[in-house]
């Protein structure tokens, strides 16, 4: 047979791993990736001419970062590798690319296509967080991590899931001022929750390590607030960040930067216009690109690994991207990606299982605080990159019908500006289904359309 | 199920701008009880996909006493509503590559002006001065002035809520499964069992009308199209007319306008796959990618601005690029308005009114003989009929 | 190699931590020269010359970045010709030009819709 032709979207633990099968098996895969490097986000690469160590990068995770990071470079020979390249788009059996400076369109014909494309914070709307200052917790983490900086001179980290206690550890160690780490869980999981947790002891204790040092060097720690608002101006940003804590009373915190998120949030934009169907998760409360456990899409040829079908984390998607290749390779009746498929599809399930556990824990652990959403006031802005607020979403379920969050973006323009939903969709379908009193898997979810991200209207068509 | 039939005097089955104008002038201006049945939601489908040009110029020469009806009512619309349907009355402008062209553009001036609609010519040099974003490669435009543009994806839902306030009935999540004649009354089944009953019946559903008139024994050739639509991000308000391009060659098709936001909205040249049955319809990226070549080849500084998203919508196409507007032929009571061609927002309100009209009275009082269903049953009487 | 700059005082947003031991570049930020450190993205070194990326265009004032991934494409610049550049993920070179507003060649305002803002009627 004629070698099958395949292609990884994205460089991170997911891709990386994927890119290795195929390698392994013989095959040359394309391997696409928006970024100038591989790794991904967590363990994204520094610049070239910095010097800091993978320990003082990756703390507990140095030795896994190197170990991609060789393992990729070891396979650039091997592989067609196509970095700062964007895929703005998918149609049956073809990724449409364009390269970012040179806006060079290509299109490449695929056999199978394994997206690895990651995730985003996953963002609830707190009045306020449309102000110069306000960062996603892992925008504060890619500040220090790649380029060294802090988001500000006095940051307080405010959201819940591990990486609010991770970003604020690491930028207490850095020598940043962190004012407080503001968590909106409760301070004990949940039995059900803490049974997830208990599937990887190790990452637990790492948790509770975090919290401990953070106390240690004198932060403030609180847990079970509502975030009420974000202070500032609109000329000077941030001044400070004002939560009700457990008991009920106001506290505030001065301060010049805000790192906020609740989790992650699947990219899963490129799977929608591959046509996979989706289904609503109720333990995590979004919709997630239906998968079977090889990673398999409701799309032939499509497969989806990483935290862009299932947030498992950077070891989770390492095994999720090699499973995921192995699949495609079964799939396509290639003989040694059978063999090799045949040998491990076990063991990799079975781990994938494990961490899956982990991460209904962490989901249970660490909520995603949606009722925020419904008790925001009327002008909060939800929507920051076209400034609409939870009152004009809400006008458009009283005044004008809405029922489906679609429809609501159509009145409201919730979801229409450059991100694409990316960071507002999540509240806003829960804000339309407060509003119209309905469970908020009734009310759907954004549907993504083309580009993926923004296209420059000079990109060129190829010959 | 076995349930009492709603009845009302009229039963329009379609809730797009055709259904919902329609609804509200039967209601305000004849009084006549209506009922709407919309399968999904109101305006969901190419009456909220199109591009929103509210143009009379370029039309073909037998719509433009309808259209001329259509933008009376466009210049009150949000008082008529009471809501603002973002309809901006700064002109339609088309633009051209050729000579030849300018002189079709010119003969077009003189065709539509015993039909009451003034335009103006312009040469490259006087484009240049009034709005100064032209390439070189255009030689010539045509300016409508009175024309402009409006928001489709409000207008339709608005409608419908004008014509709910006025008393009409309107039902959405209602999909018909078949309508059949009881003695003198049309009864609609819904696919849930529900029964809706009039005296009158008016079809208003779009790409999905040929089965309708099918059955009624007066089938359409009816193709469903894919309008390639695309908006930019948010620039600096600069330009006050919808912008099309004028030429014979569909690969050049282009079309624009700027809303009050911000935002240009664009499409225009090859349509795209639109699936009536699966209700997809889709965006190929070659179009999109030729699109924006076009673009910056009509106005230059589009090099520089950001694509931030497509879409697509199901139109319905009749072959003869003539809409389907009138009585049936066949059966009486029985009414069409559909197969717009991808230009039917502008016209929606003059049709709405032109229908209730027809309706209620019987008569109207804009010509609308050249859009009869009729026209097929004689192109058509040789052929097996489609099953 | 040049000395290391000193962490940015009031004039910047972000705090330098470290890896200030690289050599200095310079550019210009609406029109003002400016100085950055090689590897430096250009998101940083606008945060570390000023407080602020670009405006709103919708009225609710500064912005600053946000995700810094590439995602939420808040950080959209221009340099003087109007080319835009997505400032978390452009790393900066020698000579660069940057502006946070929009140069007015980028999409100038019609003559016919300034006439109407003067309230002129053209026909």
Known sequence: MTAPRVVVVGAGPAGVRAAQALVEAGVRPIVIDEGRRDGGQIYRRQPDGFTRTHAMLYGSEAAKAQALHHGFDALREHIDYRPETLAWNVTAGQLHTVHASSGETATLDFDALIVCAGATDRLMPVPGWNLAGCYSLGAAQIALKAQACAIGSRVVFMGSGPLLYLVAAQYLKAGATVEAVLDTSPAMPTLTALRGLLHRPRLLLRGLALMASLRLGGVKLMHA??????????????SGVVVRDARGAERAFACDAVGMGWHLRAETQLADLARCEFAFEPVSRQWLPRIDVCGRSSTPGVYLAGDG????????????GRLAALAALHDLDHARGRNLFASEQPALTRTLATMNRFREGLARAFPWPHAQAAALPSDAVVCRCEAVTAGELRRSVFELGSQEVNRAKAFSRVGMGRCQGRYCGHAAAEIVAAAAGVPVELVGRLRGQAPIKPLMMSTQEHE | MNEVAQRSDVLIVGGGLMGTTTALFLRRHHGLSVTLLERELIGRQASGTNFGNVRRQGRALEQIPLANRARAVWGRVNELLGDDLEFVPYGHLRVCYTEAQAATLEQ??????????DLRMFSAEALRKRWGIFSDAVVAGSLSPLDGHANPRIAGP???RAAQRAGAHIHEHSEVAHIERDGAEFVAHTIDGRQYRAA??????????ARFAQAFGEPVPLDARGPQMGVTEPLPYAIGPSIGVSTPIETEGLYFRQIAR??????????????????????????T?????????????FANVQLIRVWSGIEGYTGDWVPVLGPSVRVPGLHYAFGFNGEGFAISPGVGEVMAELIATGRTSTSIEAFSIGRFAETLQDQPVAT | MSKPLPPAGSGGRFVRLAETDRPALHLRIDGEPATALEGDTLLVALLTHGRRVRTSEFGDGSRAGFCLMGACQDCWVWDEAGQRLRACSTVITEGMTVRTTPPASLWPVTPDVAARERGEVLR
């Open chain 1, 225 to 238: 607030v509502a975030p009420l608002r974000i202070d500032g101006t609109p000329g000077g940003g941030v």
């Open chain 1, 309 to 320: 079908a299932r947030i498992l984390g950077a070891d989770g998607a390492e095994a999720a």
């Open chain 2, 108 to 117: 077009h001036v003189r065709d539509v002006q015993p039909l009451g609609l």
């Open chain 2, 158 to 160: 608005a409608f419908g």
């Open chain 2, 200 to 209: 009158q019946l008016l079809v208003t559903t779009g790409a999905w009308s």
């Open chain 2, 262 to 287: 911000g935002n240009i909205v664009f499409g225009g040249g090859l349509k795209g796959p639109a699936l009536a049955d699966a209700v997809r319809a889709y965006v190929k990226p070659d179009n």
């Open chain 2, 289 to 301: 990618l030729r699109q924006l070549r076009e673009l910056r080849r009509v106005v230059p500084a």
